[in-house]
């Protein structure tokens, strides 16, 4: 049975942004990709930047309900344990989104084009350092995080260096035909979200 023209549209989205990347994956290829009209995918998504949107939402690893979540229910799990699971997501989205997206930075106009969309969307890089600032100073003012701690400052930098991963290594798996390692693997993400977590602690918890 063929899939849903919606699940098709965002399979194929995927797909492309993945192979091509943002700028290149245009609408009509990628209703091509899905086997529907250019029409039909509008019926669906009022534009590319809705259809990327939703793609980061659907098709990538989910950090926002993980924050939501922090933020609005009581915590039974210690600081660094949240905190661990949250540069986990965030490691891994970033790595995901990272390929699709950053063929934007070739072309300044797409790029701002891209942006002013998301802002009337409500959504956009910003967000998840809004969301973890908000958890952070949940924390602070349950006393769990020092009262003089900045916690913006300490969103930024467990978000960045999530960011930063993604962007500093290879995250390509060893050649099945050679068995060589890619020559900069990135750190595990376990190894590195849980380091993370540690490290920022020590310094505001």
């Not at 995918?41 to 259809?51: D, G, I, N, R």
């Not at 891209?114 to 100073?137: F, N």
Request: aromatic fraction near 6%.
């Amino acid at each position: 049975m063929q899939k849903p023209a919606r699940t098709r549209i965002l399979d194929a989205a995927h797909t492309l942004m993945l192979s091509v990347g943002l700028a290149r994956a245009t609408t009509k290829e990628i209703a091509k990709e899905a086997g529907c009209s250019e029409a039909a995918l509008y019926k669906y998504f009022a534009s590319k930047e809705e259809l990327f949107v939703t793609v980061l939402r659907e098709r990538l690893p989910q950090l926002a309900p993980l924050l939501h979540r922090l933020i609005e229910e009581p915590g039974e799990r210690s600081v660094e344990q949240n905190l661990t699971d949250i540069a986990r997501e965030a490691a891994l989205f970033y790595e995901q989104s990272f390929p699709i997206a950053a063929s934007l930075y070739a072309e300044t106009q797409l790029k701002h084009r891209h942006e002013a969309a998301m802002r009337e969307m409500g959504t956009g890089p910003h967000v998840p350092i809004q969301g973890l600032d908000q958890y952070l100073r949940r924390e602070q003012r349950q006393g769990r995080i020092r009262a003089d701690a900045d916690t913006f400052a300490a969103a930024s930098l467990l978000l960045g260096a999530c960011a930063q991963r993604a962007f500093a290594y290879e995250a390509a798996d060893p050649d099945p035909e050679t068995g060589t390692e890619a020559q900069n693997p990135a750190p595990p993400v376990d190894t590195f979200a849980a380091a993370l977590a540690r490290t920022l602690l020590s310094g505001i918890g």
